[in-house]
């Protein structure tokens, strides 16, 4: 037993020492087998990672996920310290991110925000996986000192920055990008470029800043714009850019200019809001303005320039130029046309166009002018870049100005107008009245070499006025290069010193000499200098009617011809032609000649009948001076029942405020003279070479050719020498001569 009891105590210490070195031959195992214990961790640091990833969701939606090489969790301050850093911004929608770079970065746990203080690259719009890829246009940013924010995501540095963009690319200094909106901010120093490099089309852009909304494809400039794109340039204090598939449609800017410079032309414009809209090649294809509105358009030819409240502009756009084809001004519009001088020649006169609407067209090439169109009532002034030149003002209700070639003008039309021509003075004498004028319809036609008035057309009740003269007509015609007025169709003149009508009337406007044609008929008032006689009056009009009339040394020389007739109450003067010469007292007669004055015969206690004293002959001739009337080829005379007859009589007239018994004094007639008397069934005729009158005593003395007097009641009497016969008193003088003594034949 003793021995078994032994037996059974080796074989457990056998047992247990085999267990025990398999114990620790297998702790020997694991031992080397055991990684080797961790390094102990740097002061202030409360974890280290490697690969470390961080993600941050709201409702169960991704927002922010965090990638980083190397991970330190730093004590003091709460901060992760992160190497080679991937950083995933996802957008509301899911299905794309913005994806950021940098070689190292500070995640701020309490502030939530990322801060990487090395360069930093950000791509925007990646295509979740799976996802299709977005419409999104802005690619990459790369700068420096960038802070995230964990919740929203936002991206923001005040350090400079660079952009890229598939259109183009751009820098600025300061930026902050926002992914829940999708916006973009450039804080200062913009600098954009919207097109590849080396494309004419490119869009350069600086502004003190700009953000761009990607989801609403603007981009909006603030704190002073300038965009150029080739020759065209827009300098504004804000501005909204409009992208239509990455490409500028639309920039909207506000107090903006712009300018288009091309050889041999300027076009610039602004306002305080203006709107241009581009094509799809990039070239500007519209501008609106709005708010003391203007536009300038510069060429070798001419400068035109409009101001309104609002301008739209419209541009051709077949090639990359954009070529001004219409313009159109709202509101108190004004348009200034300046044409520059030929060489050796005046520049034409400047125009000023004003109205409510104005509508310019250019000619195809957008360097000149072809035609102003006002939809409103306007104003046109003409002013003067010579002294030689009128200054002339038009208003019309519409009016369309015609161009020719070189911005000159070629027509000018307008209804409903008035005019006003500002006339310079004569030599020596005060400023000229201005000429007004009025009608239903005007066209102009201008001088190409001087661009002035050639051709003035007015009809439809034209009126004109220029100081005491007045004209009206159907229609008028001015003729700028002789300077003359033609009146067609129920024409008249007038000034204070009488009236002309006539179907046609031509005046020359630097004489005042005129013409008419048709239906003659004019007044003059009485000048009431000198004293009247039976031929002139001074106290009463006079009136005229023939199929033609000349009026020439302002008025002083009258020539009527064509059944003409003068008169001044009840005396008149007919003729084929009559011509009244006032500066020489002349009075003119040719053809079928007919005199017709009052003769005031007077008794001691009242007047007799009116009697008239009335002569026939082919011309007269009249002297105020003398007061003497020539009427010579065969003239009859007649007063009351006396007639007188020969080749030539030339009659005395009296004064006026002579109140003797007629206005005839005297009378003499020469060459076959002829004298007839009846009166009461009596009639006593007389013959001589020679014969005056005296109207005072009624006394007529023959002479010559063996004067002869016959009276149906007395008889015959021939005296060799002279007879004289007293009509008054039936008294018969006969002087003969000793050789020839008279001869009587007394009927019984």
Not at 147 to 165: I, L, V
Not at 244 to 252: C, K, S, T, Y
Request: proline residues 5%.
């Amino acid at each position: 037993m003793r021995r078994i009891r032994r037996l059974f105590l080796l074989a457990i210490l056998i047992i247990v020492g085999a267990v025990g070195s398999r114990y620790w031959f297998q702790r020997a195992e694991q031992i080397a087998a055991a990684p080797p214990p961790p390094v102990s961790l740097p002061l202030n640091t409360q974890a280290q990672s490697r690969d470390w990833i961080y993600n941050y969701s709201v409702d169960q939606r991704p927002v922010v996920e965090v990638r980083a090489r190397d991970m330190r969790h730093v004590r003091e301050p709460d901060v992760l310290q992160l190497d080679h850093v991937q950083l995933r911004l996802f957008r509301k929608d899911g299905k794309q991110y913005d994806h950021v770079k940098s070689a190292s970065a500070v995640f701020d746990r309490p502030a939530g925000a990322l801060v990487s203080e090395g360069d930093v690259e950000i791509t925007l719009g990646v295509p979740v996986e799976g996802a299709q890829p977005g419409r999104a246009r802005l690619l990459t940013i790369r700068s420096s000192g960038i802070r995230f924010e964990e919740k929203t995501g936002k991206a923001s540095t005040d350090k400079p920055a660079s952009f890229r963009f598939d259109r183009g690319e751009g820098s600025s200094r300061g930026a902050e990008y926002d992914p829940a909106t999708r916006a973009l901010v450039m804080r200062s120093q913009v600098k954009l470029r919207w097109g590849a490099n080396g494309d004419a089309r490119a869009m350069d852009v600086e502004a003190g800043e700009l953000t761009y909304h990607e989801s609403e494809s603007k981009i909006f400039l603030r704190r002073g714009a300038r965009l150029r794109r080739g020759a065209m340039t827009l300098e504004s204090t804000d501005a909204v850019v409009t992208l239509e598939d990455g490409e500028i449609r639309l920039v909207e800017a506000r107090q903006a200019s712009g300018a288009d410079a091309q050889p041999g032309r300027r076009v610039s414009y602004g306002a305080e809001n203006l709107v241009l809209t581009f094509a799809a090649k990039g070239a500007v294809e519209k501008i609106s303005g709005e708010g003391k509105a203007r536009l300038s358009a510069v060429s070798s030819a001419s400068t035109t320039s409009m101001e309104a409240g609002r301008l739209d502009m419209e541009f051709e756009t077949a090639s990359d130029d954009s070529l001004l084809r219409r313009a159109v001004a709202n509101g108190a519009a004004r348009l200034d046309s300046t044409p520059a001088a030929r060489s050796g020649s005046v520049a034409p006169p400047a125009k000023v166009l004003r109205s409510e609407v104005l509508e310019l067209i250019m000619r195809p090439g957008g360097e000149e002018l072809d035609r102003i169109d006002t939809h409103a009532a306007g104003t046109l002034e003409f002013v003067p870049s010579h002294p030689s030149q009128q200054k002339r003002v038009v208003e019309g209700e519409r009016m369309k100005i015609q161009y020719a070639r070189d911005n000159r003008l070629e027509s000018f039309r307008t209804v409903n107008c008035r005019t006003r021509t500002e006339n310079p003075p004569l030599a020596g004498s005060k400023p000229a009245p201005p000429s007004l004028t009025s009608s239903r319809d005007l066209m102009a036609e201008f001088d190409p070499r001087t661009g002035e008035i050639s051709r003035l057309t007015q009809w439809g009740d034209f009126r004109y006025q220029e100081g005491d003269r007045r004209a009206t007509s159907e229609s008028a015609v001015l003729d700028s290069a002789r300077g003359l007025v033609h009146l067609e169709k129920a024409a008249r003149v007038s000034d204070p010193a009488g009236s002309i009508a006539a179907d046609r009337i031509v005046l020359d406007r630097q004489s005042g000499d005129y013409t008419a044609d048709g239906r003659v008929s004019s007044t003059r008032v009485p000048d009431r200098k000198g004293a009247s006689t039976a031929m002139l009056s001074r106290e009463e009009p006079m009136q005229a009617t023939s199929a033609r009339m000349v009026s020439t040394e302002q008025n002083r020389r009258i020539v009527y011809e064509g059944d003409a007739v003068v008169w001044q109450g009840a005396n008149r003067l007919q003729a084929d032609k009559i011509e009244i010469d006032r500066t020489r007292q002349v009075v003119r007669a040719d053809g079928r000649v007919f005199s017709q004055f009052m003769d005031r015969r007077s008794t001691g206690t009242g007047k007799k009948p009116a009697q008239f004293i009335t002569v026939r002959s082919p011309g007269l001739v009249y002297e105020e001076k003398s007061r003497v009337a020539h009427y010579n080829g065969g003239v009859v005379m007649r007063r009351g029942p006396l007639e007188v007859r020969g080749r030539e009589i030339h009659a005395w007239l009296k004064e006026a405020k002579d109140n003797s018994d007629s206005s005839l004094e005297r009378a003499v007639a020469e060459g076959e003279v002829r004298i007839v008397q009846v009166e009461r069934g009596r009639s006593r005729r007389s013959a001589s070479e020679h014969a005056e009158y005296f109207a005072a005593d009624e006394r007529v003395v023959l002479s010559g050719g063996q004067p002869v007097f016959e009276d149906s009641v007395k008889g015959t009497t021939r005296a060799p020498r002279q007879l004289t016969w007293f009509a008054n008193n039936d008294r018969l003088l006969v002087e003969g001569t000793e050789t020839q003594p008279a001869v009587s034949k007394i009927i019984k």
